[in-house]
């Protein structure tokens, strides 16, 4: 390829891969399923992408590379403190769990497709692991309770690195087995790729560590600064033990992830938008040397390994996890549907086959098709199911129109109160106990904490939550969270409540409209003057309009008196009133709104 047709290759491969994360955004659907359609179009049906041509020697490298940094950034998220707090269901589906499902899959896949034990047990590890990348958007799109919600989703982000870490392992040992020098010798070298990459992975996460910890580098410098340990480490420890870098940075993230006085969200968030970038090219790569052939030279078995996959190993993993648990069957039956598999299972099939096939292991370049048969089966089947199943099991949250309420003072009580008995879903977050007490005893859901901290991050159940409400006495706070939580809500779902000393300030010093969300009232109030009224004696009212009481009659009774707040139409959904609302309420509509008394 000469140096125009390269760069239309890469600059082609951005673009199709930003469509893909684009059209998965707008569907609510997982990205994979766009990003392995596009790669398998462009190369073995089409053949407009040969990745072995495009990067020559630096193909394999490079997916070694993004491999690492991939599940370094998986293994940033697992804190061990928070082991104890994710539930004895969570704790079983990654441990007692997961050996089930490895246990099946392995039979299978030995006595189905005749795979030797070594290679059985290392596919079994690869296809164990679902991970967030395509946990969380099918969870958007299925919208499940959430007691389910929160289970799937700490199993993504526990099983993605304690899969990971697996797979290096039997990858490593049989390895070693294919030295051919015996059954102790092979034991020795497992012993010190475990070992190697144990030492490199703690050894590193602890000098990254302690210079963030030190601040020994400028803010600016953190995440490049990583991106480079990380990429040290594992050649390194690929250098003095040959297959131990995976295990190396992998140990590496845990440890960094729980240092003490270690504040890894910058890093986090830079090596989330990296695993984007890397995922997304990865998956087209991968996909475009996926061999068609071999996957359908493979034949019905296939479709049997799948359906084994999804009708024994997964529903025996729930069985034996939620043994004596609350959870009702309906419950259940759902968790044992979902659980598609994603990137690890991917990435590391393909450059494990590689080197198994080089190291003389027969059959081995069979775990890429039959990896990627398991994604596209999972991942298709289940997105296609899930809504419509969590629906007939009458275990699915109704769209997501919920209100977060930033602050839990007495305004704020007040109009999640009105909200409650609206029947829309609040929760009120504050880091003021006595505030937070207070909602409580008048029944009101609340988190203790800032809702824009890292713990709200892991813990903050935003489940049927589809609006921001900042009402706190603090602006800054206000703005902060609307900046937090716009990717989640959107910004036309961000309302707050201005300070007085903001609207006195020129817009030199306030933050600007598009960071603060909306103003909620018309007209619109600042949090002084809602807490005033409400200290006056003014009270928010709900009303219902008939054909005999109309929005014109509504208006004329209350005059200036009130400030209309909410209004519930008959489909039941909620709106928000802003100074630029055009809301023209009818019949079966419900207003809530702010009635002054008379003077």
Same mark, same amino acid.
């Given at each position: 390829?000469?140096?125009q047709q ?12 930003l469509?893909s994360? /684009? ?12 990003l392995l359609?596009t790669?398998i179009?462009a ?22 590379l993004s491999?690492a940094?991939?599940l370094?950034?998986?293994s940033?998220?697992l804190?061990?403190s ?6 004895s269901?969570?704790r079983?589906?990654?441990?007692i769990g997961a050996l089930?499902?490895w246990?099946?899959i392995t039979?299978a896949?030995h006595?189905?497709?005749?795979f030797d034990w070594?290679?059985?047990l290392?596919?079994?590890t690869?296809?164990?692991?679902t991970g967030p990348? #395509?946990i969380?958007p099918m ?7 959430a007691s389910?919600a ?5 199993e993504?982000?526990v099983? +993605?690195?304690?899969?990971?870490l697996l ?7 049989i390895?070693?087995r294919?030295s051919g020098?015996?059954l102790?010798?092979s034991l ?7 070992v190697?990459?144990?030492l490199?992975?703690?050894?590193? =996460? /602890?000098?990254?560590g302690h210079?963030l910890?030190?601040q ?5 410098l953190?995440?490049l600064?990583?991106?480079?340990t990380?990429?040290?480490?594992f050649i390194?420890s ?10 190396? #940075?992998?140990l590496?993230?845990m440890?960094?992830a729980n ?8 890093i ?9 970038f890397?995922?997304?090219?990865l ?11 071999a996957?359908?030279?493979l034949?019905?078995v ?12 997964r ?5 034996l996890?939620t043994?004596?648990?609350?959870l009702?069957?309906?419950e259940?039956?759902?968790?044992a549907w ?6 690890v ?7 494990f086959a590689?080197r198994l ?7 081995a370049?069979l775990?890429?098709p039959?990896?990627?048969a398991?994604?596209?089966?999972t991942?298709v089947?289940?997105s ?9 099991l009458? #275990?699915a ?10 602050g839990a003072?007495g305004?704020?009580r007040?109009?999640g ?5 609206? =029947?829309?879903r609040?929760l009120?977050?504050d880091?003021?106990w006595?505030?937070i007490?207070c909602a409580r005893m ?5 988190y203790? =904490?800032?809702?824009a901290?890292q713990?709200?991050?892991v813990h ?5 939550l ?7 006495p603090s602006?800054?706070l206000?703005?902060l969270a609307a900046i937090?939580?716009?990717?989640e809500?959107g910004?036309k779902r ?21 960071h603060?969300g909306?103003?909620l =009232? ?6 002084t003057?809602?807490?005033?009224e409400l200290?006056n ?6 009303t ?6 109309t /929005?014109?009659d509504?208006?004329a009774?209350?005059?200036e ?6 209004a519930?139409d008959?489909?039941?959904w909620?709106?928000v009133v ?5 809301l023209k309420p009818g019949a079966g509509?419900t ?6 008394? +008379?003077?």
């Amino acid at each position: 390829m000469n140096e125009q047709q390269i760069l239309l290759a890469l600059g082609g491969i951005g673009i199709v891969a930003l469509g893909s994360q /684009w059209l998965a955004w707008r569907l609510k659907l997982p990205a994979i399923l766009f990003l392995l359609l596009t790669g398998i179009l462009a190369g073995p049906v089409l053949g407009w992408l040969d990745p072995q041509e495009l990067f020559g020697p630096l193909l394999m490298p490079l997916v070694s590379l993004s491999v690492a940094l991939i599940l370094f950034e998986g293994s940033l998220t697992l804190h061990l403190s928070e082991w104890g707090e994710i539930g004895s269901v969570v704790r079983r589906l990654v441990t007692i769990g997961a050996l089930s499902t490895w246990a099946v899959i392995t039979l299978a896949t030995h006595w189905l497709l005749g795979f030797d034990w070594l290679l059985a047990l290392l596919f079994g590890t690869l296809t164990l692991v679902t991970g967030p990348t #395509v946990i969380v958007p099918m969870l958007r799109v299925v919208r499940p309770k959430a007691s389910i919600a929160n289970i799937l989703r700490w199993e993504g982000i526990v099983i +993605d690195p304690i899969g990971a870490l697996l797979a290096v392992v039997v990858y490593s040992f049989i390895i070693t087995r294919a030295s051919g020098e015996g059954l102790s010798h092979s034991l020795l070298t497992f012993g010190a790729v475990i070992v190697c990459g144990s030492l490199f992975g703690i050894v590193g =996460g /602890w000098v990254m560590g302690h210079i963030l910890r030190r601040q020994w580098l400028p803010e600016y410098l953190h995440s490049l600064a990583t991106l480079a340990t990380v990429l040290a480490i594992f050649i390194a420890s690929n250098t003095v033990m040959h297959e131990s870098g995976l295990m190396a #940075v992998t140990l590496m993230g845990m440890w960094m992830a729980n240092m003490k006085g270690v504040d890894i969200r910058n890093i986090l968030h830079f090596k989330e938008n990296l695993s984007i970038f890397l995922i997304s090219g990865l998956f087209i790569l991968l996909a475009a040397r996926l061999d068609l052939h071999a996957m359908i030279a493979l034949g019905p078995v296939v479709l049997v390994l799948l359906l084994i996959i999804q009708f024994i190993a997964r529903p025996l993993n729930v069985l034996l996890s939620t043994f004596g648990s609350k959870l009702n069957w309906r419950e259940r039956t759902l968790l044992a549907w979902i659980a598609p598999r994603g990137i690890v299972a991917a990435a590391v099939s393909a450059i494990f086959a590689i080197r198994l096939d080089q190291a003389g292991h027969e059959g081995a370049l069979l775990l890429v098709p039959l990896t990627f048969a398991v994604i596209i089966g999972t991942v298709v089947l289940q997105s296609a199911t899930a809504r419509p199943l969590a629906r007939l099991l009458k #275990v699915a949250e109704p769209a997501p129109s919920g209100f977060l309420i930033v602050g839990a003072n007495g305004a704020a009580r007040a109009i999640g109160k009105a909200l409650q008995q609206l =029947g829309s879903r609040v929760l009120l977050t504050d880091s003021n106990w006595e505030n937070i007490r207070c909602a409580r005893m008048q029944n009101l859901p609340t988190y203790f =904490g800032n809702p824009a901290s890292q713990h709200a991050e892991v813990h903050l159940d935003l489940v049927g939550l589809g609006h921001l409400l900042a009402l706190s006495p603090s602006g800054e706070l206000n703005t902060l969270a609307a900046i937090r939580f716009r990717h989640e809500f959107g910004p036309k779902r961000l309302y707050t409540l201005a300070s007085g000393q903001e609207i006195r300030r020129t817009d030199k010093h306030r933050a600007s409209d598009e960071h603060r969300g909306q103003s909620l =009232g018309n007209p619109a109030l600042t949090y002084t003057q809602l807490a005033s009224e409400l200290h006056n004696g003014a009270e928010i009212y709900s009303t219902h309009l008939t054909e005999n009481f109309t /929005w014109e009659d509504y208006q004329a009774l209350h005059g200036e008196r009130a400030t209309l707040l909410f209004a519930r139409d008959h489909n039941s959904w909620v709106h928000v009133v802003t100074p630029e609302s055009d809301l023209k309420p009818g019949a079966g509509w419900t207003l809530l709104a702010l009635i002054r008394q +008379d003077a």
